[in-house]
């Protein structure tokens, strides 16, 4: 789901990206010479939502790409949220997996 959302961002805005977030560490973690014997921990929980819960969750956060503030932000943003409404949901639920990552490494 995750994907097809990003698909449909991307009709908007071309540049879009995620950010660093998923991104594995490993590299940065090891260049810092700050740490080394990396684990990994990695857990997918699948959440379903109301559309309306995945909305807001989105409008509570503060990115480059669309700004809440102005009416063209707004404009934007609800054209995303109606092609996810009209691609993604069915019964108003959207079924999304999480996955937690965590990195743990000892301090040299």
Same mark, same amino acid.
């Given at each position: 789901?995750?994907?097809?959302?990003? %698909?449909? &961002?991307?009709?908007?805005?071309?540049?879009?990206?995620?950010?660093?977030?998923?991104?594995? =560490?490993?590299?940065?973690? &090891?260049?810092? +010479?700050?740490?080394?014997?990396?684990?990994?921990?990695?857990?997918? =929980?699948?959440? +379903?939502?109301?559309?309306?819960?995945?909305?807001?969750? @989105?409008?509570?956060?503060?990115?480059?790409? @669309?700004?809440?503030?102005? +009416?063209?932000?707004?404009?934007?943003?609800?054209? &995303?949220?109606?092609?996810?409404?009209? %691609?993604?949901? =069915?019964?108003? =639920?959207? %079924?999304?997996?999480?996955?937690?990552? &965590? @990195?743990?490494?000892?301090?040299?």
């Amino acid at each position: 789901v995750q994907h097809k959302v990003e %698909e449909i &961002i991307k009709r908007y805005v071309p540049e879009y990206s995620h950010g660093t977030r998923r991104e594995d =560490q490993d590299n940065v973690i &090891i260049g810092s +010479k700050l740490f080394s014997n990396i684990h990994h921990i990695r857990k997918a =929980q699948v959440i +379903k939502m109301t559309l309306d819960a995945y909305v807001d969750a @989105w409008r509570s956060v503060k990115n480059k790409y @669309w700004d809440l503030s102005t +009416k063209e932000g707004q404009d934007l943003f609800n054209k &995303i949220v109606n092609d996810i409404k009209n %691609e993604l949901v =069915q019964n108003n =639920q959207i %079924e999304m997996t999480y996955i937690t990552k &965590i @990195w743990c490494a000892n301090k040299v």
